[in-house]
């Protein structure tokens, strides 16, 4: 079965310091993966998708980044943290052999990302 | 472009109470929808889909969802609440993936309470 693992789970940082969020999959090959961002009661916003190995689109201008280094391994970066960047972090995955509508996604348990 | 909108950002029902969380849809395509649930500090689960098949669609613990196109509704029901419903519920559409975008837009989500 597949199964998706997102850490850390929580993480405090201070102001302009960097960001690394890792999310792995495992039991699927050439997933679709995603990062969503969950702010307080503003429900979730896409924040980057890929379809394949560095092959990342990005939802909305800022200052983070995504990478994909291997094909189950998404990262979510930035060098300076803002306090905007404060929220709950979801990575996500489909499957890639969906028709032509996107497909379900399945979630990880989240990243809790505070920054003072 | 696809959207959704969740009607009510808090629904507080009696425990044994009729569940009814409103969506409503845009899409310039028929539509795949979904409804997921997150409970606190952790991912997101599906509940049931719609993908154009049976217009009642049935998920797990118990919930259900009509595909209503004369509405462009996908309202998720539930005939009697438990006190293990309460949780945050998002509706999402999918996108076509001739535009490139393989992603599910969410809606802004609904917090279910049940009083006792």
């Known amino acids: 079965s597949q199964t998706i693992h997102q850490w850390p789970a929580t993480l405090v940082q201070p102001v302009g310091s960097p960001l690394s969020l890792e999310c792995t999959v495992e039991?699927?090959?050439?997933?679709?993966l995603y990062w969503y961002r969950q702010a307080a009661g503003r429900g979730l916003q896409l924040l980057f998708y890929s379809i394949g190995i560095d092959q990342i689109s990005s939802e909305v201008p800022q200052n983070l980044s995504a990478s994909r280094p291997q094909d189950r391994q998404f990262i979510l970066s930035s060098k300076k943290l803002l306090l905007s960047d404060s929220g709950f972090y979801l990575c996500a995955w489909s499957d890639n052999r969906s028709n032509l509508l996107a497909g379900e996604l399945f979630f990880g348990e989240g990243s809790r990302l505070t920054v003072l | 472009a696809q959207s959704v909108t969740q009607l009510g950002s808090h629904v507080s029902v009696s425990e044994g109470a009729l569940v009814l969380l409103r969506c409503n849809y845009s899409?310039?395509?028929?539509?795949?929808l979904f409804w997921y649930v997150q409970y606190p500090n952790q991912g997101l689960q599906l509940l049931l889909k719609?993908?154009?098949?049976?217009?009642l669609v049935k998920g797990i613990n118990g919930f259900e969802a009509e595909f209503k196109k004369s509405e462009t509704s996908f309202h998720l029901t539930k005939p009697s609440a438990h006190m293990s419903d309460a949780a945050e519920y998002f509706c999402a559409v999918s996108g076509p993936w001739t535009t490139g975008r393989r992603a599910l837009t969410f809606g802004s989500g609904t917090r279910l309470q049940v009083q006792p």
């Open positions: 039991g699927t090959s050439n997933p679709n």
């Open positions: 719609y993908t154009s098949a049976a217009t």
């Open positions: 899409s310039s395509v028929p539509p795949y």
